[in-house]
């Protein structure tokens, strides 16, 4: 018979106490049946470790073990707690990414929302373009992304939350700044500015000329910086440009091309109780509506 926790806490208790009637009670136990789980680690243990008789008195062998039991104790309680605390968001670290969308447009707010909730949880938060992001799960680095597919990696889990739709980003003095609207057509022969986002248009026809752009930004920062000093114009989702951001976004139709952002997270892994509660956090903020133009 293996000893059980129950069987050191109950030799505590009657060490404690001095009496089986008390300790019994004090574990919401029989009499018999508390002095049965005391019989049971004397067998198991090979050594009685109370004297017989009327008083209740530890051999000399109960005391040199009443310290280590004692230790034993205090430290399942320590560890159970803890794991009790990871369960219930009480400790533990949230590793998120998220692509510059999420990161300037609603991720301040997230945070501040999480910490209220959860403020023992340590956050580590990294922002990054789609397959920088994907990569990031994928090695470990980060356990919850937001992202769009771009490495399409059956090792990732995905699940859709928001779209919305392609324009053409520029400052605010270009001549098609004011429109309501360009073709795709229209905007072929502009200076444009590549970026990782691009990717999301491959396979469609009226797009595809986006593939072949002769400067290539890969950091979101610099592109915005580019866009901002007129060194050309780009193709973004909405939701791609900043908040205050003094460019302009025009949609683009003929056709319309959306982009679809959604959660992350290695396939076949439970998320993490802080990861778990972050991803439902995401899902009442933004649950899969397309964004109108």
């Given at each position: 018979m293996e000893l059980t926790i129950t069987h050191y806490r109950h030799f505590l208790?009657?060490?404690?106490?001095?009496?089986?009637?008390?300790?019994?009670?004090?574990?919401?136990?029989?009499q018999p049946a508390l002095s049965?789980?005391?019989?049971e680690m004397e067998q198991r243990l090979g050594q009685p470790l109370f004297e017989r008789g009327a008083r209740v008195t530890l051999t000399e062998y109960g005391r040199a073990c009443l310290p280590l039991a004692r230790d034993l104790v205090a430290h399942h309680d320590r560890v159970t707690g803890a794991l009790g605390g990871m369960a219930r968001n009480e400790a533990g670290i949230l590793r998120l990414a998220t692509v510059a969308t999420v990161a300037t447009h609603?991720?301040?707010?997230?945070?501040?929302?999480?910490?209220?909730?959860?403020?023992?949880?340590?956050?580590?938060?990294y922002d990054d373009n789609s397959e920088g992001i994907e990569r990031m799960?994928?090695?470990?680095?980060?356990?919850?992304?937001?992202?769009?597919?771009?490495l399409h990696d059956r090792r990732l889990a995905y699940?859709?939350?928001l779209r919305d739709a392609f324009g053409l980003v520029c400052r605010a003095d270009h001549p098609l700044a004011a429109r309501k609207s360009v073709t795709w057509a229209q905007i072929r022969a502009l200076p444009l500015i590549g970026t990782v986002a691009h990717r999301q248009l491959a396979g469609h026809a009226a797009a595809a000329f986006m593939q072949q752009r002769p400067v290539f930004v890969s950091n979101m920062t610099s592109l915005l910086a580019m866009l901002a000093r007129g060194v050309g114009v780009t193709v973004l989702a909405r939701l791609g440009v900043?908040?205050?951001?003094e460019l302009a976004f025009v949609p683009l139709r003929?056709?319309?091309?959306?982009?679809?952002?959604?959660?992350?997270?290695?396939?076949?892994r439970t998320l993490s109780p802080p990861a778990a509660s972050m991803a439902e956090l995401l899902r009442q903020r933004h649950?899969?509506?397309?964004?109108k133009p």
């Open positions: 208790w009657v060490a404690q106490l001095r009496s089986f009637g008390l300790a019994a009670a004090r574990a919401h136990r029989s049965l789980s005391i019989k609603w991720l301040p707010e997230l945070i501040e929302r999480y910490q209220a909730l959860y403020p023992a949880v340590q956050l580590q938060v799960v994928l090695s470990g680095q980060a356990e919850l992304a937001v992202c769009s597919q771009v699940e859709p939350m900043p908040p205050g951001s003929e056709p319309r091309i959306e982009r679809e952002l959604g959660l992350v997270w290695l396939k076949g649950p899969c509506v397309p964004v």
